[in-house]
């Protein structure tokens, strides 16, 4: 069975702080990976493709672990706006398998 | 910037009858999907289309379920005879590649009574 794990959360963070989410996957054949967000009753919205370099867009830094099977996600310098659901993906064969979601919320 | 547009937005059924959630995906883009997430639950897959034909499907989509692209914009999910538990937002998505980045809809929340 294809599953992608996530900490549910909440994670609640002071606005400015530095925030971190791990996301397992254990299909060991996904060939993309990819972070969106969610805000309460939205469509997923991409946040940052990940790649086996890793990459970074802002303040935010994404990294592939394949020998470990995770992926991970790391928000600098937490916005009031960051607050919200981050799905983590793992595609393979026309689908993408998903986590439920880890829930930020970013506290002034 | 290009989008994935689905209608209705909202769609209010009665147990056992026929739905069709529509979706026009981004115009240059070759592979849609559609995924259906229940209230408070993780998005689900339930099928991958390419090439006017399924790719692959979830064992959500079962023989209640199909999907279609009627013309060149449209493609549709048609649930035959709906369920309680088919209540949910479904929403659709399209990739310009079979590993490229999804792109989704805005959904169709459906409530079976």
């Known amino acids: 069975r294809k599953e992608v794990e996530q900490d549910p959360g909440p994670f609640n963070v002071p606005e400015g702080a530095t925030v971190a989410f791990n996301c397992t996957y254990s299909?060991?054949?996904?060939?993309?990976f990819f972070w969106y967000r969610q805000d309460c009753r939205k469509e997923p919205k991409l946040l940052m493709s990940v790649y086996s370099s890793g990459n970074e867009d802002g303040r935010f830094t994404a990294q592939l672990n394949r020998a470990s099977q995770y992926i991970s996600l790391l928000i600098r310098d937490s916005k009031l706006s960051d607050s919200a659901t981050y799905l983590c993906a793992a595609g393979s064969n026309y689908q993408l398998i998903w986590g439920a979601g880890t829930k930020l919320i970013i506290k002034p | 910037e290009p989008e994935v547009t689905q209608t209705p937005s909202h769609q209010v059924t009665q147990m056992g009858q026929e739905v069709i959630l529509r979706c026009v995906p981004i115009?240059?883009?070759?592979?849609f999907y559609w995924y259906r997430q229940i209230l408070g639950q993780k998005v689900e897959f339930l099928v991958s289309f390419y090439n006017n034909e399924i790719s692959e499907k979830s064992e959500i989509f079962d023989d209640q379920f199909s999907v279609e692209r009627p013309d060149g914009s449209n493609f549709t999910l048609k649930i035959r005879s709906t369920k309680l538990e088919d209540s949910a937002m479904y929403f659709c998505a399209s990739s310009s590649g079979a590993q490229e980045t999804q792109y989704f809809g805005p959904g169709t929340r459906l409530l079976v009574l």
């Open positions: 299909n060991s054949a996904s060939q993309s």
């Open positions: 115009s240059n883009h070759l592979y």
